[in-house]
C-alpha cells in the first residue's frame, strides 16, 4: 500500500467511525502532511482518491468536507396513485425487464441482485459443495413438505431478530420469495378480491396479484414512513380490501423502514378490519441498523401477519429458498404450496441452516450491512454530482437499491431504451406501478462492488439525459 | 456363483428371451439334471429360486410352467365417476399421504418415487458435485426466465422421441412437474371452470384443480385403453368444459398408455370443441416399449397441446426440474411461472443437460425400462399369489405403480391405517377421486430394487386383509 492509499484509508476510517460527520471541515493539507509526516502532494493525492470515492468533497478555498449523507430535502414525493381498485398491467414491460441477462456487457443495474462475489458467502458455497458429493442422495429424494427440519429450526432463530417468536411447525419453506408472496396471495383470497399496496410497488408481487385474479389498490406512500395509513383507512372503508401487502423494512423500491410504532399502528387496523397482513420481509436483514428493525409479524397476536422472505437478497438469488410464516392461515398456505411446485430441493436448504447454524450468516450480514451503506452513500453522492439538481432520489434504511425521480417530462421507458444502448441498465418506474405510473422515475441497483463502474453508470445516465433535455 | 444359482440365471435368461412363454411347461427335474450335469437337488434348488423370484410356478404331479404375464382377465372395471362437475376434496388425506417420509422403517410404497440407487445415475450425481464445486457462482445467480437454454436444447432432443418437433424457445422450465401443471391450468382457466379428467386421476392435479378454483369432471377411464372418449364427448356437449387434463402414457395410477389412434381421436375431439388439452408426460419415457409412445402432443397443429413433464419419475423427484411446452398459451404461461416461483435454480439444469447430452440419460432409461418391467411381472405374481383371487389389478405399460381393487366392502383408508403399524405403506383409492370415491383400491409402487421386501408387503397386506374378513 502506498502512502497515499495508507493515509486514504486512515482518513475513511475516521469518517466511517464518526468522527467528522457529514458536513465537518477535514483538516487542512498542511495540518496532515505535518501530523503525518508525508509530503504535501501525498496527502492532496489521499483527498483525491477520497473524492473520487464521493467520501469528501473540496469546497474552493475552504478546504475538504466529509459529504452529506442526509438529502432529506429532495426525497421524492408521496405517491398520487388512482383511488380505486384497478388489474394490474405493464406485464410486458416486467417480462422485457426479466429477459435482460446480467451476463450482457457493460453495468446491468436492472436487477435487484446482491453482490454474490464477498468472501463471506465461501462457508455456504463449500458446504452445497460438499453436501452435493458427500450426500448426494439427499439431493434425489423428496424432503417435507414444509421444508428440511433443520432449515426450519434456524429460521426461528433468526426470526428472534425481528422480535418474533416462531416454531419450526409454524414454517412452510418455498421456493424463493416470489413463490411465498404468490402462495399467501392465493392462499388468503377469492378470485376477484382486492389487495391493497404500497404505490411504487414491487413488480413481481404486483404481477401475482394479476394472475391470482385480484385487483390492486394503491396507496400512496411516503418515501420515508411507508404507506399512508390515513389513505390505507379511507381506502378500507370505502373498498371490500381482503389483505394488505407490504415491504414494509427496506421497502422494495423506495428504501425507507416504517417505524415500530407505525408497524404496529397498520397492524392494528388490519385488524380492527379483520383482515391479513402480507409481509414481505426479503430485505429486513440487510437494513443498515443493527439489530435490525421489528417486523410487523412481531405484532401479531392473531395470527393473521404471512410474513414472506427468503435469502434470494441477503444470500443470492440461485439458492432458491424462500419461507413463509402463515399464522392462521398454515393449512390453506401448506395446500397452495403443495399445488405450486410440491416439496423444495433439499441441499440448498440444509447448507443454508448449516451457514445458519455455524454463524457464517450473520457473519456475512455483517458485512453486507456495511458494505451497502457505503455503497449508498457513494451512489447518493454520484447522483448528486451528475444528475440535474431537480432530481429526487430515495434514501434507503437498507438493501441496495434507489428510486429515482426525474423531471416530470422525462420518460423512463425511453431513458432505459437509451442507456442500455449505452451500456447501462435499470429498471424503469411504470414497472412498480399497477397502471403503468411514475413514468419519470426508475429504479437503480448499486450493490455491485465496482465503485467506479457504478459511477460511470450514472455518468452516462447523466449524458443521455443531457441528450434529452436538448431534443426536447 | 454356485451351481444352482447358475442353472436358475440361464433358465431366468430363456424366459426373459421368450424361449419359454407364461403358461409353458419348463424342462423336467430329470431332464435338466441330465442336460447340465447337475444333481437332482441342484435342479430343484434352482427351482426354488425361480419359484421364490415368482418367475416359474410349481404345479403338482405336472412340474413347472412359466408364470403368466398377462392378467387382462382381472384388470380393474371401467370406472364410473359421478356424472357432474365437482369441486375436489380429499386435501387433508393427500396431506397426510405427503407427510408419510421415506426414511420410516418397513416397506414405503405411498409415495411415486423412482428407484434412485442405480449406478446408472452416477454420471448425474458426478456433474452435480462437480459443478457445485467448480462452478458455485451459477448455483448464486438468476438464470433464463424460461429455463437454461442448454437444457431446453436437450428437451428438444427428447422430445423427438415422443414424435414432438419442438424448439428451444417453445419450452418453459418448471419446478418439477407438479409447478408444470398448476401453471398450465392456471393459464388456460378463469376461476370456476370445468377440467375434465381421468378418473381416477393423480391427486397432485387434483388438488391444483381446487387451488385453481375450478371444477373436476371425471370422465370414466378403462384400465386399459384410457379415458373414454365417449364419455367425455357427452360430457363436452353438456358442460362448458374448459380444457382436458391427462395421463395418457403409463397413467397415474392406472398404469395404461393410451393408442397413437385414440390419442389422436382425444386431440381431434379437443379441436372439434375448441378446448386445451393439458398433457402429463412425465412417465413417458419409462414405458417399456422401445421407442417409446407418442405423445398427444405429436398431433397438436394449432397449439391447444400443453404438455408437461418432469426428471421426478425418470431420475429423481428432488432434482426439481420439469417442463412445459405451451403451444400457443406460451406467454400466459411464462407469465404464471413467474409468478410462481420465478427462475429456477441453474445447477440441476446443467446437470441435466449434460446427462442427456452425453448419453447417460438413454443409458439410464434402458437400464429403468427393463428393470421396471421385471419388478411389474414380480409384483403381479406376488398379488396373484397373496392377495384374494377376486383382487383386480391393473397391467402397467410403463413406470413403477400399480392400481389394485379389492373386495367392494374393504376400505382401503383403514387398510393402510393397519398397514402402517405393521411397517407397510400404500395410497388408499380416494386420493385419486376428486370426490373420495375408489375406497376400496389402492396404489401401490414397485420401484423399490429389493424382490424380497415388495414381496413381504404384499404377505403383509394379505394378513391384514385376512383378519379385516375375519372382522366383517
Redesign the interface.
Not at 210 to 213: G, Q, R, T, Y
Given at each position: 500500500m502506498t502512502l497515499y492509499q495508507d493515509l486514504s484509508e486512515r482518513l475513511k476510517e475516521h469518517i466511517e467511525l464518526g468522527f467528522y460527520k457529514p458536513g465537518d471541515k477535514l483538516p487542512s493539507v498542511r495540518q496532515l502532511s505535518h501530523e503525518h509526516g508525508v509530503s504535501i502532494s501525498t496527502v492532496q493525492e489521499a483527498y483525491r482518491q477520497l473524492e473520487q470515492e464521493i467520501l469528501v468533497e473540496a469546497r474552493p478555498k475552504s478546504g475538504y468536507f466529509v459529504m452529506p449523507k442526509q438529502r432529506v430535502d429532495n426525497l421524492p414525493n408521496v405517491s398520487r396513485p388512482p383511488q380505486r381498485p384497478l388489474e394490474v398491467s405493464q406485464?410486458e414491460e416486467?417480462?422485457n425487464l426479466?429477459?435482460i441477462?446480467?451476463n450482457k456487457k457493460g453495468v446491468q443495474l436492472q436487477?435487484a441482485?446482491p453482490d454474490?462475489t464477498t468472501p463471506t458467502?465461501k462457508p455456504l458455497?463449500k458446504t452445497?459443495?460438499d453436501l452435493?458429493?458427500q450426500k448426494?442422495?439427499?439431493?434425489?429424494?423428496?424432503?417435507?413438505?414444509r421444508g428440511s427440519e433443520e432449515l426450519r429450526t434456524q429460521l426461528c432463530r433468526l426470526g428472534v431478530a425481528s422480535g418474533c417468536q416462531l416454531h419450526p411447525d409454524d414454517l412452510v419453506v418455498?421456493?424463493?420469495c416470489?413463490?411465498a408472496l404468490?402462495v399467501c396471495l392465493?392462499a388468503v383470497t377469492?378470485?376477484?378480491d382486492i389487495i391493497a399496496i404500497e404505490s411504487p410497488s414491487f413488480y413481481?408481487s404486483m404481477?401475482?396479484i394479476?394472475?391470482?385474479?385480484l385487483k390492486a389498490m394503491e396507496i400512496p406512500t411516503h418515501a420515508d414512513t411507508g404507506i399512508s395509513l390515513e389513505a390505507l383507512e379511507l381506502a378500507l372503508d370505502q373498498w371490500p380490501i381482503k389483505a394488505i401487502l407490504v415491504t414494509p423494512t427496506c421497502n422494495n423500491p423506495l428504501g425507507y423502514t416504517m417505524s415500530d410504532d407505525k408497524k404496529e399502528r397498520l397492524y392494528r387496523l388490519a385488524q380492527s378490519y379483520d383482515i391479513a397482513i402480507i409481509e414481505d420481509d426479503i430485505y429486513g436483514d440487510i437494513a443498515y441498523q443493527f439489530p435490525r428493525p421489528r417486523s410487523i409479524k412481531s405484532f401479531d397476536e392473531d395470527g393473521r401477519v404471512l410474513l414472506c422472505s427468503s435469502f434470494s437478497k441477503t444470500v443470492?438469488?440461485?439458492?432458491?429458498v424462500g419461507w413463509i410464516a402463515p399464522g392462521r392461515y398454515r393449512d390453506k398456505v401448506?395446500?397452495?404450496k403443495?399445488?405450486?411446485?410440491?416439496?423444495?430441493?433439499?441441499l440448498?436448504q440444509l447448507a443454508i441452516a448449516q451457514f445458519i447454524r455455524l454463524g457464517g450468516y450473520d457473519k456475512h450480514i455483517r458485512t453486507m450491512r456495511q458494505r451497502y451503506e457505503k455503497q449508498r452513500d457513494h451512489m447518493l453522492s454520484a447522483i448528486k454530482r451528475y444528475l440535474p439538481s431537480n432530481t429526487r432520489v430515495s434514501f434507503p434504511d437498507g438493501g441496495f437499491i434507489l428510486w429515482v425521480e426525474l423531471d416530470k417530462d422525462i420518460d423512463s421507458m425511453k431513458l432505459v431504451e437509451q442507456c442500455r444502448k449505452e451500456g447501462v441498465g435499470f429498471a424503469p418506474g411504470p414497472l412498480f406501478s399497477a397502471t403503468g405510473k411514475y413514468r419519470h422515475c426508475f429504479r437503480i441497483n448499486f450493490s455491485e462492488q465496482g465503485m467506479e463502474q457504478r459511477e460511470s453508470a450514472i455518468k452516462i445516465l447523466a449524458s443521455v439525459l443531457l441528450q434529452f433535455k436538448s431534443l426536447s
Open positions: 406485464w416486467v417480462f426479466l429477459m441477462g446480467d436487477h441482485m454474490m458467502l458455497l452445497l459443495a452435493s458429493k448426494p442422495e439427499l439431493g434425489l429424494g423428496y424432503g417435507d413438505l418455498t421456493s424463493g416470489q413463490e404468490s392465493r377469492d378470485p376477484g413481481g404481477q401475482a394479476k394472475a391470482a385474479n443470492a438469488p440461485g439458492i432458491r401448506t395446500h397452495i403443495y399445488v405450486s411446485s410440491s416439496m423444495c430441493p433439499t440448498p
